[in-house]
Structures are given as C-alpha cells and as structure tokens.
C-alpha cells in the first residue's frame, strides 16, 4: 500500500462523517438528529482549526460515547449478566497504526479514548477484558461509577429481554475524517448486542472488520450485526471497492450488499475517500449520519 505521501498532488479538502449506528428506532430520530449534528461538529472544530483527522475522529466518537441516546459508553446495552461491556478500535490511515479494546468492562466512559492510548504505546493493536483495563489504568484513563453508564432505557431493554428472548440490533457509533494533509483516520465504538454473553466481541474491536484506514484509498467505519461483519471482513473490503469504483456512495452500497447476501445480516457503514467525498448506505430502516466540509454552512445530517 503507498502511502499518503505517494499520492498524485490533488487537493485535499476536510471533511468528516459521523454515523450513530444502523437499525435505530426511527421514532427516535429527532433525537438522533441532534447527537450526530453535535458529534459532527465537535470532529469538525478539531479540523478546521488544523487539527488531525485521529484527533478529529476520536473528539466525534467521544461526544457520541457520551451521548446516552446511543449504544457506546453512556447508553450501553447491558449483557446478559446486566453488565456493560465495550467494543473500540481507532485508526490512522498514512501508516496503518491501529489500537483496539474489546469487553471493557464499564467503569470507563470513553473506551475510544483506551483504543487510542494502545495505538499510541506502538506495542500492541487489541487489549481485551480486564487486561484492556490494567492497561488504562496504566496510563491514566479516568474511570467512573459504573452506574453512571447504565440508563433507564437499556434497564428496560434488559427486563424486556429477560422476559422474551430475542436478538434485537444494538446500534455502534463511529467516526472517519480527512484532514488537510491528507491523513484519514476512522474510529468505531459500540456497547455490543443486547443481552450479549459476556466475553462477546463483535466488528468494532477488529481491525479490517468495524475499522479501517488506509490514506491512500479512504476510511470506513461499520455498525450492524457484528457477526455477519466479521464473516466478510466488511471495513476492508469496502475500501477495495472504493478503489475500484471511485464513487463513495456506490462502495458503500456494494459494501451493504455483500453484508446483506454474503454475511447474512443486517447494517451499514460510512466511508470517505482520499479526496474527502463521503459516503454511506444501510439496509436498516435507519441509521443517523453526519456530515461536515468547508463546502457547508451547517453539518448535512440526511434522515
């Protein structure tokens, strides 16, 4: 893979989309409205005052972990044991360094903040389990009244599910950004399945599954069922087809597809190439995006 710097001269324009994860509840999208358009934002200041596209990505996810209206840090689903447990990976796309945690357990608010710290230490890409949480302890992540993560709706998700068994989505909220060097980062985060057995890793720990970046092609972030996602590698084979498509929109759907007749599930995912055109699809009847470049007044948030 070349790398950013090999690349014909083109301009590279900014720009960053935010997604909330597929298969939310379309009765709620107001409210999704709102914590995608401030997520957005909060990864677009980091870029329009020159910041980084890792920076920026991970300013987004933060603000979205910490948004109860969504499945990631605040918000979690609970597993079967009435615990949170966390999923995250971050990535930089000029040399393919990466940093992951999975089954956090939840006394920490803001797993893509761990993810990012384990790309920094250069040593290790997926920390699992109470070793992900030595390793935040190690290196100051704050932690939190493990209460304070839990809310009144994913209470009631629980009981309902304790009461009728089912598989129900659980929704992941990730992040991709170009920056004016033409970095790309992604970064995915998500509290998993609901009534997950606790241990469960899905897509958004695994690197070339739930994330990916590569400067050269573009960056993806996945949500949907994390099994089926997993089965097609789907973050990494979305960029291929962005290669040979170059047309954001249309990757992405090819993307969706496989998923959908390959992986056998449901989901969807958010791209941006090398030039900063974004793009998107789902096969759920809802999955909240964001989107925000200089060509913009105000952030896009199209559903």
Same mark, same amino acid.
Request: glycine content about 12%.
């Given at each position: 893979?070349?790398? =950013?710097?090999?690349?014909?001269?083109?301009? @590279?324009?900014?720009?960053i989309v935010v997604h909330g994860g597929a298969g939310a509840d379309p009765s709620q999208a107001p409210e999704f409205r709102q914590g995608v358009r401030?997520?957005?934002?909060?990864?677009? %200041?980091?870029?329009?005052?020159?910041?980084? $596209?890792?920076?920026?990505?991970?300013?987004?996810?933060?603000?979205?972990?910490?948004?109860?209206?969504?499945?990631?840090?605040?918000?979690?689903?609970?597993?079967?044991?009435?615990?949170?447990?966390?999923? *995250? =990976?971050?990535?930089?796309?000029? %040399?393919? &360094?990466?940093? *992951?945690?999975?089954?956090? /357990? +939840?006394?920490?608010?803001?797993?893509?903040?761990?993810?990012?710290?384990?790309? !920094?230490?250069? &040593?290790?890409?997926?920390?699992?389990?109470?070793? $992900?949480? *030595?390793?935040?302890?190690?290196?100051?992540? /704050? !932690?939190?009244? /493990?209460?304070?993560?839990?809310?009144?709706? &994913?209470?009631?998700r629980h009981a309902e599910l304790a009461r009728t068994p089912t598989s129900p989505g659980g929704g992941t909220v990730g992040a991709v950004a170009l920056? @004016?060097?033409?970095?790309?980062?992604?970064?995915?985060?998500?509290?998993?399945? /609901?009534?997950?057995?606790?241990?469960?890793?899905?897509?958004? $720990?695994?690197?070339?599954?739930?994330?990916?970046?590569?400067?050269?092609?573009?960056?993806?972030?996945?949500?949907?069922?994390? !099994?089926?996602?997993?089965?097609?590698?789907?973050?990494?084979?979305?960029?291929?087809?962005?290669?040979?498509?170059?047309?954001?929109?249309?990757?992405?759907?090819?993307?969706?597809?496989?998923?959908?007749?390959?992986?056998?599930? &449901? +989901?969807?995912?958010?791209?941006?190439?090398? @030039?900063?055109?974004?793009?998107?699809?789902?096969?759920?009847?809802?999955?909240?995006?964001?989107?925000?470049?200089?060509?913009?007044?105000?952030?896009?948030?199209?559903?």
């Open positions: 893979m070349s790398s =950013s710097a090999e690349r014909a001269p083109a301009i @590279r324009v900014p720009a401030a997520a957005v934002l909060a990864g677009w %200041r980091v870029l329009a005052a020159g910041g980084g $596209a890792l920076d920026a990505v991970e300013g987004a996810v933060r603000a979205l972990e910490d948004d109860p209206r969504f499945n990631a840090g605040r918000g979690s689903v609970l597993t079967r044991d009435g615990t949170i447990e966390t999923d *995250a =990976s971050i990535m930089e796309g000029d %040399r393919l &360094q990466c940093g *992951a945690v999975a089954a956090l /357990p +939840g006394i920490v608010a803001n797993p893509v903040a761990v993810a990012r710290k384990v790309l !920094e230490s250069r &040593q290790h890409v997926l920390l699992v389990a109470h070793g $992900a949480l *030595a390793f935040a302890r190690s290196v100051g992540i /704050p !932690e939190c009244d /493990p209460a304070s993560l839990v809310t009144d709706r &994913q209470r009631k920056d @004016r060097s033409g970095t790309i980062a992604a970064a995915t985060s998500t509290g998993g399945t /609901p009534g997950k057995l606790p241990g469960r890793v899905g897509d958004s $720990a695994l690197i070339g599954c739930g994330t990916y970046a590569d400067s050269s092609l573009g960056g993806v972030s996945c949500t949907g069922d994390g !099994e089926a996602i997993i089965r097609v590698v789907l973050g990494h084979r979305a960029l291929r087809y962005l290669k040979d498509a170059d047309d954001p929109d249309y990757a992405a759907k090819v993307a969706v597809d496989l998923l959908v007749e390959e992986g056998v599930g &449901q +989901g969807g995912l958010i791209l941006i190439d090398w @030039r900063g055109r974004p793009g998107y699809a789902t096969s759920t009847r809802l999955m909240p995006v964001a989107i925000m470049s200089p060509a913009l007044d105000e952030p896009r948030v199209p559903f």
